[in-house]
């Protein structure tokens, strides 16, 4: 361990070791840049140990058990599946322990990087203190992430309660869950916990998935009634009050005035950026409650800083870190000019159906483009694949432009999250309608839903009496 004695001056010093920081000191150590990586919590961040990883584990069980269901559907008849519970958790935290050797100090220290366990604050604008080590770095990356929001409800403060941070812990099926905020996570985890058993009630203030587009939403909400999470949207909580087992929210919604009595609250309110403890003002640093402020190539108003990842504000989520931390990399090591573009990011929803999305909404787009704006539709109902598999619900939405540019696609349905990566490419790469057109994809697949609606953008033209006029001229050659 090191302790006090001269400053380390490393090239790089990364504070917060989850997906972003882990991520730029590996690629820096192995370009053979000598890094200090400095966490005082658990290597892996929240990704690994309370966010994508447990989440998506959870998801993956409660999905084996929705497929059992649906067995008698395909002529294969079985006893409802049993759930173990305590099984459930033992496959989360497995799933932890297998990756968690990739995020590890050995790992990291095999790479070259020195890993510091401990708290870091700034003493000034180029000096960190980690423990009793001092470091004077020729550049930090601030990779300090978020932690759950938690949302100024009456009461709450005397109310044991669960955020993502703790409800992977729970070795037991809760027996009415209570969720409040119907964002990503709340609906993510609502719609697992009751098909492992739970009782389950949805509360959102204002509507489901509000950031998404409704068209796209509709069919989630749909399947989570269908499940029997109850979903109490445009309601808000006047106090909650209770102990271990027995919580109870008082909520006012459309329906008027209730308390809703249950074994287990979850808040999934959304996340707040990490800024506080940092002594960031000692370093020239402006932050708001809201995360460090950066410019487009992620530099902070230190020069020697730059910020990525969760607690830069902004999207909050893996691949955003990732994206990040290649940009900083670049930049620090490389000297090359970096700037964010998230025009073709992809985000996604893992419910069921699932939701994914990248680029503009079809309200974002009219409000940028106007009546040049297409929006083209195809529901899975029509499409082979689906058919076989009785999953028709949801669909795929393009939204074109001026000139057939892609602005935008939401797919809503089975697989979403894988089908919405070659979208995001299209976007990146500046594809028109006429490339999807072009494409020929496998049957039956899904995908070949997005080329179905490419295809409606030229339906017009079958009944256009001038192309009928030169096919027939053309016949006549022979």
């Known amino acids: 361990m090191i302790g006090a004695g001269p400053p380390l001056t490393p090239d790089i010093c990364v504070v917060g070791a989850g997906s972003a920081g882990l991520s730029v000191a590996a690629a820096a150590a192995q370009f053979g840049t000598p890094v200090v990586l400095v966490e005082k919590g658990t290597m892996g961040g929240d990704c690994l140990n309370t966010g994508c990883v447990p989440?998506?584990?959870?998801?993956?069980?409660?999905?084996?058990?929705?497929?059992?269901?649906?067995?008698?559907?395909?002529?294969?008849?079985?006893?409802?599946?049993?759930?173990?519970?305590?099984?459930?958790?033992?496959?989360?935290?497995?799933?932890?322990?297998?990756?968690?050797?990739h995020d590890s100090v050995e790992r990291f220290e095999g790479l070259g990087v020195t890993v510091l366990r401990d708290h870091a604050r700034f003493l000034d604008d180029r000096t960190l203190k980690a423990g009793d080590t001092l470091i004077r770095p020729r550049r930090f990356v601030l990779a300090t992430g978020s932690r759950p929001a938690v949302p100024p409800i009456p009461g709450l403060d005397g109310v044991p309660f669960l955020t993502n941070e703790t409800v992977f812990d729970l070795a037991t099926c809760p027996g009415h869950l209570l969720v409040v905020g119907g964002g990503p996570i709340g609906v993510e985890l609502a719609q697992a916990y009751r098909r492992l058993g739970a009782e389950v009630t949805l509360i959102e203030r204002s509507t489901l998935l509000a950031r998404d587009d409704p068209f796209l939403v509709a069919p989630v909400r749909e399947a989570l009634v269908a499940d029997g999470v109850r979903?109490?949207?445009?309601?808000?909580?006047?106090?909650?009050?209770?102990?271990?087992?027995?919580?109870?929210?008082?909520?006012?919604?459309?329906?008027?005035?209730?308390?809703?009595?249950?074994?287990?609250?979850?808040?999934?309110?959304?996340?707040?950026?990490?800024?506080?403890?940092?002594?960031?003002?000692?370093?020239?640093?402006?932050?708001?409650?809201?995360?460090?402020?950066?410019?487009?190539?992620?530099?902070?108003?230190?020069?020697?800083?730059?910020?990525?990842?969760?607690?830069v504000g902004g999207p909050q989520f893996t691949h955003v870190a990732g994206y990040h931390a290649g940009l900083v990399v670049r930049s620090i090591l490389f000297r090359l000019p970096v700037r964010v573009d998230y025009s073709h990011l992809p985000r996604v929803t893992y419910c069921d159906p699932e939701l994914g999305q990248v680029g503009l909404s079809e309200a974002e787009a009219r409000e940028r483009f106007g009546d040049r704006v297409r929006v083209l539709d195809a529901p899975f109902a029509e499409n082979d694949r689906a058919r076989a598999?009785?999953?028709?619900?949801?669909?795929?939405?393009?939204?074109?432009?001026?000139?057939?540019?892609?602005?935008?696609?939401?797919?809503?349905?089975?697989?979403?999250?894988?089908?919405?990566?070659?979208?995001?490419?299209?976007?990146?790469?500046?594809?028109?309608?006429?490339?999807?057109?072009?494409?020929?994809?496998?049957?039956?697949?899904?995908?070949?839903?997005?080329?179905?609606?490419?295809?409606?953008?030229?339906?017009?033209?079958?009944?256009?009496?001038?192309?009928?006029?030169?096919?027939?001229?053309?016949?006549?050659?022979?």
């Open 55 to 101: 989440s998506k584990s959870l998801i993956a069980a409660a999905a084996i058990r929705e497929a059992g269901r649906r067995g008698p559907s395909f002529g294969v008849a079985q006893s409802e599946p049993a759930v173990d519970f305590a099984g459930v958790h033992r496959h989360i935290h497995e799933v932890i322990a297998a990756i968690a050797p």
């Open 231 to 311: 979903l109490l949207e445009q309601t808000g909580i006047e106090r909650v009050e209770g102990n271990a087992g027995a919580i109870a929210a008082t909520v006012t919604g459309l329906a008027g005035r209730e308390t809703i009595r249950g074994t287990h609250l979850l808040v999934a309110a959304g996340r707040a950026p990490v800024v506080d403890g940092l002594d960031l003002e000692k370093a020239g640093i402006a932050h708001s409650p809201a995360g460090i402020e950066t410019d487009r190539g992620l530099r902070t108003s230190n020069r020697r800083v730059y910020a990525i990842g969760d607690c």
């Open 389 to 478: 598999e009785r999953r028709t619900e949801g669909g795929v939405r393009i939204v074109a432009g001026p000139r057939g540019r892609i602005l935008g696609v939401g797919i809503v349905g089975p697989g979403a999250g894988e089908l919405i990566a070659g979208w995001s490419l299209a976007l990146a790469a500046g594809a028109n309608l006429r490339t999807v057109v072009g494409h020929v994809a496998p049957y039956p697949t899904f995908f070949e839903s997005g080329k179905t609606a490419a295809i409606t953008a030229y339906s017009g033209s079958l009944t256009n009496p001038w192309l009928r006029r030169i096919l027939r001229w053309l016949s006549r050659l022979g």
